[in-house]
């Protein structure tokens, strides 16, 4: 089905909205943009970080508007955990991951943690003690960094906020390799943990070493057989476009993965960003070509397709099993729950899940509703340790930062997390947002379709070749309109801030 044929009224309504994008700024912000290195959305989604800024009201007043509309809503809640605490690399933070982070303090740094953790917990029992848990996941951080008598304390935390923790549910826990053994796994097995997401990056042990890791590659197999031994799930996280990796590097990453019996493979693009080490120009020379980076995309899903793999986001792949083990594999629900926390069902709009973030860095995102005045936001507490614990030591929530939503906020938060599907239901759009979508992006889908980079249903945008591998260019062009708005009024504010010192 042809684009344009589809896309009625879609230039009239152009030519009166200036939050619509023309055909001419789509095709100058791919041109320019698609030559750039990329910076993946996935991380926290619609608006970055960058944007947040200091809440308008008081989380408490936030968190009884958020308990008001719970009153009258069935959704699940997928709970976050944060871990601030890493093994100390040189380079810094692996080299790569823009995830905020505190070197390792041994024992008595993490009895502290944990201590100052149980109290935010208690912060939050009046207001989220009633919530119907979706999933569960440990983050971080390094959260295998625990210790084997750690997990069941940690898990009791959740058991007592909500009053029980559901039998059929994923709960998940971070690690590295080298930090996984068998008495580790059983203590978080025990715990009430039922998979385990390791973070790999690199199985060329000549590669690793620019992370500043010290892993091998008999730590990852041990770990998956001790995880399969004890019928915890598990999945790895494994990084294309590494300094010096060539096709050959990537490709026997995989098939090694693929030979150990790994069922669910994290496959993502390195995201060169920030102030990382890879990020530098010293380290960017080393890194394999944009063009190189897309091939290996193509080549990937290649190989895993070939391998039994289905493709489940852009960089997410699961081993197609027969009905009786999926269940034992797991369904991987933290990370999936959210792609459509918003539906439609029946003629009724449902709000179908929330993430609740309790302990550093951790972020709350709550959707309270899609009509105009409806209030929703997305705040992170501290990613300063010691800013996080003297908050929580004075009786206070440890937010440092966040964002509150409009009307089109909201939809561009939908749209992100549809995307990395890569699909968007563009019915389901219209019965939830009353907006056609294609209407109001008629001119990206129109260019997106002269390169082939879409194909379009009765009711999908599907996203294909280059338009996969270019889904972050692809968000932040849907969303640049909207964030050309938030950066002129931080201007504004700066601006306001100026005046009042003066």
Not at 114 to 133: R, S, T
Not at 308 to 326: M, P, R
Not at 421 to 450: C, P, Q, S
């Amino acid at each position: 089905m042809s684009v344009s044929e589809t896309i009625t009224g879609a230039k009239s309504t152009q030519s009166t909205d200036s939050s619509i994008h023309s055909a001419s700024e789509v095709k100058s912000f791919i041109d320019r943009e698609s030559v750039r290195r990329q910076s993946n959305k996935v991380l926290h989604g619609h608006p970055s970080p960058m944007y947040w800024k200091q809440l308008p009201e008081s989380v408490e007043t936030l968190l009884e508007k958020r308990l008001d509309f719970a009153k009258h809503q069935d959704f699940g809640v997928n709970l976050y955990v944060g871990t601030p605490f890493c093994l100390k690399t040189k380079p810094a933070r692996c080299g790569f991951c823009l995830f905020p982070s505190e070197d390792y303090r041994g024992n008595a740094g993490v009895e502290d943690y944990i201590d100052i953790l149980q109290k935010e917990f208690d912060f939050y029992k009046p207001y989220y003690g009633n919530d119907k848990l979706s999933s569960i996941y440990f983050g971080g951080g390094t959260p295998n960094l625990y210790h084997p008598e750690h997990y069941g304390r940690l898990m009791s935390f959740v058991d007592q906020l909500y009053g029980g923790i559901p039998d059929n549910i994923e709960i998940t826990l971070e690690g590295i390799p080298q930090l996984f053994n068998e008495e580790k796994l059983t203590a978080i097995k025990n715990a009430g943990f039922n998979r385990i997401s390791m973070g790999v990056q690199q199985l060329n042990e000549q590669l690793v070493k620019y992370s500043g890791r010290k892993q091998n590659n008999m730590q990852v197999f041990r770990a998956l057989e001790i995880s399969q031994k004890l019928d915890l799930a598990s999945s790895i996280d494994l990084i294309y476009g590494w300094p010096e990796q060539t096709m050959e590097d990537m490709l026997n990453d995989l098939k090694v993965a693929v030979e150990a019996g790994v069922h669910h493979l994290t496959h993502y693009e390195l995201n060169v960003a920030g102030r990382s080490d890879f990020a530098s120009r010293q380290k960017r020379a080393l890194l394999p070509s944009i063009q190189t980076n897309i091939e290996m995309y193509h080549r990937a899903n290649d190989y895993l397709r070939s391998q039994g793999f289905e493709q489940v986001t852009v960089y997410d792949w699961k081993k197609i099993e027969s009905s009786t083990q999926k269940e034992r594999l797991g369904r991987y629900d933290y990370e999936h729950n959210m792609h459509h926390f918003v539906d439609h069902d029946e003629g009724a709009v449902n709000h179908t899940q929330q993430v609740c973030g309790i302990g550093f860095a951790a972020v709350n995102f709550h959707v309270n509703g899609v009509a105009a005045d409806d209030e929703s936001w997305i705040y992170m507490n501290h990613t300063s340790l010691e800013k996080y614990a003297k908050k929580v030591s004075e009786g206070r929530f440890p937010v440092e930062r966040g964002f509150k939503y409009n009307h089109r906020d909201v939809k561009l938060a939908w749209l992100f997390q549809s995307m990395q599907t890569m699909k968007i239901n563009h019915l389901d759009y219209r019965k939830i947002f009353n907006e056609n979508l294609l209407e109001r992006y008629g001119a990206v889908w129109e260019e997106l379709d002269k390169r082939n980079w879409i194909r379009l249903s009765e009711a999908h945008v599907e996203f294909v070749g280059e338009g996969q591998y270019y889904m972050p260019m692809l968000q932040a062009l849907i969303a640049s309109k909207r964030l050309a708005e938030i950066r002129a009024a931080k201007k504004d504010d700066l601006a306001s801030i100026a005046v009042s010192i003066e």
